[in-house]
């Protein structure tokens, strides 16, 4: 899921990510960039696009969704740790960008959350 729209004027934005799953030895480069375009490529540009109105309207608030795993690592799913230890730095250059324009970034970085998806892991 990758959408960005437009509520009352003010741009809303929500992405999706992906988990790139398998030893470092097996981990082909197809899934590696799928990983890198859905968890970075993705929401620098989102936010790219969404910057031009925050610079315009002189505000704006931008949430990133990061990761625990971005301060811990993990064995599985190095190109999701990476990306999400990247996102915390876009959030940072954001920040630094922006702070005069009345703006704010943040990321949140869940733990560990049980799904489904996890059943038998």
Not at 48 to 58: L, M, N, S, T, Y
Not at 73 to 81: L, N, R
């Amino acid at each position: 899921m990758l959408q960005a729209f437009d509520l009352t004027g003010k741009t809303t934005l929500a992405t999706g990510c992906k988990r790139g799953i398998g030893q470092a030895a097996e981990h082909f480069d197809a899934y590696w960039n799928t990983v890198t375009n859905t968890n970075l490529s993705a929401p620098f540009i989102l936010t790219r696009e969404i910057g031009r109105g925050i610079v315009e309207r002189g505000s704006g608030k931008i949430i990133f969704t990061a990761s625990l795993l971005a301060f811990l690592g993990s064995i599985t799913v190095q190109g999701y740790a990476a990306t999400k230890k990247v996102v915390g730095r876009l959030v940072k250059a954001f920040v630094n960008e922006w702070v005069s324009k009345n703006s704010n970034a943040n990321a949140i970085a869940p733990g560990y959350i049980a799904t489904n998806n996890w059943v038998g892991r």
